[in-house]
């Protein structure tokens, strides 16, 4: 079955698949995009089966599935509390790129080497390129539904959620508070797109480790953010602090695997 789809033009495919999908979505009745939303999200969804095909479409729509799922739990609670997502959790541009830039440049970086536009040296300090952008990829997406599902099972269930810099008791939905149940469900979801990432071959097993760690790392990172600089900055609002995030998440794998490269050789 891949083999066909492989043997096919991938933009066709590409734009055929995509066109009829956001057609479903435009006509469901539970929106999980905005319109804006929606015609980003296939722009976006193109460019990942062009150059990274079916394996990282897979990648990009675990995990807007599992994070739109995980958006709405508790829903009506966070409503009430006023701590829930705007528009009820449906998605516009500013979220499509908030979470996907990171991994939508790597996927860029793949598309462009793979087409010949850029030959690697030899000699070149990186090993393997390619690999190293496609855990970045994986990195990207795996801590990106880590802090999402963090986020929002923290703030349906955590019991205790405190404040990352002081540890202090805060509200929940306070800008970079944590809880236990939280913090738990964020790294089994990061481990969860990690290991579709290497299901369909995008990453080694060794990369589903750093793809995790570097989510963890980055997840928390992003809750410092949130409690020291998001509240002093303008700009920095939740779509920015989601780009450092993943870009974070991103480089930290990539970091992890150039490491551990260097020390076994």
């Known amino acids: ?9 991938p933009w066709l495919v590409a734009v055929g698949l995509n066109t009829i999908l956001l057609g479903l979505a435009w006509i469901a009745p539970k929106k999980l995009l905005t319109p804006a939303g929606l015609f980003h999200a296939w722009f ?22 599992v994070g739109s799922g995980v958006t709405r739990i508790g829903m009506a609670q966070k409503e009430a509390e006023g701590i829930a997502e ?8 500013e979220n499509v790129w908030g979470s996907a830039l990171t991994g939508a440049l790597c996927a860029l970086g793949v598309g462009i080497i793979n087409s010949g536009f850029i030959i690697p040296s030899s000699q070149s300090l990186v090993p393997n390129p390619q690999s190293l952008l496609l855990l970045g990829y994986v990195a990207s997406f795996s801590t990106k539904l880590a802090d999402t599902t963090a986020s929002e099972v923290g703030k349906a269930y955590g019991k205790s959620t405190f404040l990352i810099t002081t540890l202090q008791p805060v509200p929940r939905g306070t800008e970079g508070a944590v809880s236990l149940e939280g913090t738990l469900a964020g790294i089994v979801a990061s481990v969860a797109i990690a290991f579709v990432g290497w299901g369909v071959g995008l990453i080694d097993l060794l990369g589903v480790v750093w793809c995790v760690v570097a989510a963890f790392i980055a997840t928390n990172l992003e809750s410092v953010i949130g409690a020291t600089l998001q ?3 303008n700009w920095l609002t939740n779509e920015v602090v989601n780009i450092f995030n993943t870009l974070i998440g991103a480089i930290a794998a990539v970091l992890l695997a150039w490491t551990w490269i260097s020390i076994i050789k």
């Open 86 to 93: 705007k528009r009820s959790g449906a998605r516009g541009p």
């Open 44 to 65: 976006l969804a193109i460019l990942i089966w062009v150059t990274l095909g079916w394996q990282g479409y897979a990648v990009v729509m675990f995990y807007f599935l």
């Open 1 to 9: 079955m891949s083999s066909l789809i492989d043997s096919v033009n």
């Open 231 to 233: 509240s002093k900055y």
